[in-house]
């Protein structure tokens, strides 16, 4: 009983610090990053949700916007961008290619269909592209993702 | 001008052998020239160092497929203020499994990367090319995308490019969906009459 107060305050102090200072990587593909700059910028200003600080190298952010098409010479670099960040990371699929493929669905030779078919996604934002309402609605929602995140009950706990 | 431009090149490249194609509306069509593949480079050379009517830029190459030949089109122009022109140059490859061209990278650096896109896409081979590598598509690519034969390819680095997971090719089809709309007004009939 003891532990499970403890922890439980623990996980949502953690939780609370992750989910309000998301730093994201300075990573744009193909248009959707231009909506994605769009939100940064003072009109809607992601720094609201402390993720407005968008860091230019992997090692220093939390959560990866994949913002456009990814080809198949993009994927790999992808990949690898993703397993260069450091723990904890969240990736943000934004607009429909980094879903499913987009318009390059059905004759596109060059383009992944999918970008979760590399990095695992947490969430999904749709739109073609999407407006900066909903990359702030994706952040939030992965930010209600993040607060409901217990990390360290299934570390500790499963052993105490 | 056209007509001036052939007679130009017939005089000064010997064996250049040039046509010119001057269409009945202009304004739906342009007109163009038609060369000698092989004396590319010679007519590219006088092009750009001549003195009666000289093109002191090359604004676009471009490989077409007509399924028979490929067609390689330059885009010649010439920036000045009191008399400026433009001219598309058009050549003829007939060989299709390896189609090559002398490249006029020595005459206009400009071509560079435009003849390194169209070997990118359309396997259009130039010779002497300082740097001839792929451009968009990633170095070990196999086959030139924009040939009316490519044949798509299914994994590449060990990623599925369409997974079957994913792909539902009849709902998309323009068959299926008229088919759909055509079962929907019939029954929809259907149920008046009743």
Redesign the interface.
């Known amino acids: 009983m003891q532990d499970g107060v403890v922890l439980t305050t623990l996980d949502d102090f953690l939780n609370w610090g992750r989910k309000n200072s998301l730093w994201p990587m300075t990573f744009g593909l193909a248009c959707c990053a231009i909506e994605m700059m769009a939100t940064g910028a003072s009109k809607y200003d992601l720094e609201r949700f402390g993720a407005g600080a968008f860091m230019a190298t992997p090692r220093r952010s939390d959560v990866m916007i994949v913002a456009g098409t990814v080809t198949l010479k993009m994927a790999t670099r992808v990949k690898t961008l993703y397993e260069q960040m450091a723990e904890p990371k969240y990736v943000i699929s934004m607009g429909s290619c980094a879903n499913k493929g987009g318009p390059y669905w059905q004759h596109g030779y060059h383009v992944l269909k999918g970008v979760d078919e590399v990095v695992p996604v947490d969430v999904y934002v749709p739109g073609c592209p999407p407006r900066p309402e909903s990359l702030i609605e994706g952040v939030m929602t992965l930010q209600k993702k993040i607060a409901n995140e217990r990390l360290l009950r299934n570390k500790c706990v499963k052993h105490a | 001008m056209l007509n001036q431009l052939v007679e130009l090149i017939n005089k000064n490249v010997p064996g250049a052998n040039a046509t010119a194609f001057i269409p009945e509306d202009t304004a739906k069509l342009d007109g163009s020239v038609t060369v000698e593949a092989a004396k590319i480079l010679d007519i590219a050379t006088w092009l750009r160092s001549n003195t009666e009517m000289p093109f002191n830029a090359l604004h676009v190459i471009s490989a077409v497929d007509y399924v028979e030949y490929f067609e390689v089109c330059y885009m010649f122009a010439h920036y000045d203020v009191e008399n400026p022109r433009e001219v598309i140059l058009k050549v003829k490859l007939t060989d299709r499994v390896d189609p090559r061209l002398d490249s006029i990278v020595s005459v206009y650096p400009a071509a560079n990367f435009q003849e390194r896109e169209a070997f990118d896409m359309m396997g259009v081979r130039f010779n002497n090319h300082p740097d001839p590598r792929r451009i968009l598509?990633?170095d070990d690519w196999v086959g030139f995308?924009l040939r009316k034969d490519?044949v798509?390819?299914k994994m590449?680095?060990g990623?599925?490019?369409?997974?079957d997971s994913?792909?539902n090719?009849e709902d998309?089809e323009f068959k299926a969906r008229q088919d759909l709309i055509n079962k929907a007004q019939k029954a929809a009939s259907v149920d008046e009459v009743q």
């Open positions: 598509c990633p995308p490519y798509y390819p590449y680095n990623m599925e490019v369409f997974p994913k792909m090719f998309r």
